[in-house]
């Protein structure tokens, strides 16, 4: 077996091997990814939000993207019913925590690229209303490719690694050894 944490094959065998409540997760995740990054930012046309600046073509395959992904990670942190208890929490690979900070980074960039430039009040106070359309603008499908890409790594560094270091239950507080 490889010694580097990345491998579509084990990701592969890590989703091939998930149950039906993992897929849910995955699922429910990815529909809440969209609707927590899509409605604020008015992809996804509700009464709620407006947007002065119309819908690129690139922003809805950049936030199905995001969804995906988010849901894959968000559902590697689901412990399945039948886990066997093989693995201590100890024993996760260097990185696990670096991991869940590159989805989460991934997240936050997805809101920042499919936004409206000149509906974020950060760049507007940064850049004003001419510099968001100017320069913030043409960096958004930047940020968008980082955004999956982070997501797409995370996904992929904390499915290869399931299987070796699974999510086990925590000891119960005063029971010795469980």
Known sequence: MSSSRRSFSRAGEAL??????????AGL?????????????D?????LFGRSVPV???NYPALALTAVLAGLVL?????PSAASPAASPSAQPPGTVRDGRMGALGGVLSFFAVGCPVCNKLVLVLLGSSGALSYWAPLQPLFAFA?????????????STQRLCPVVRAPEAGVPGG
Do not use: K
Not at 43 to 47: K, Q
């Open 16 to 25: 091939r091997a998930w149950q039906a409540g993992q897929w849910l997760v």
């Open 29 to 41: 995740g990815a529909l809440a990814t969209a609707v927590a990054v899509g409605v604020p930012t």
């Open 43 to 47: 992809v996804v046309p509700t009464p």
């Open 56 to 58: 690129q073509w690139w």
């Open 75 to 79: 559902s590697t942190y689901v412990r």
């Open 147 to 159: 955004s999956v890409a982070l997501l797409a790594e995370a996904a992929l560094r904390r499915l």
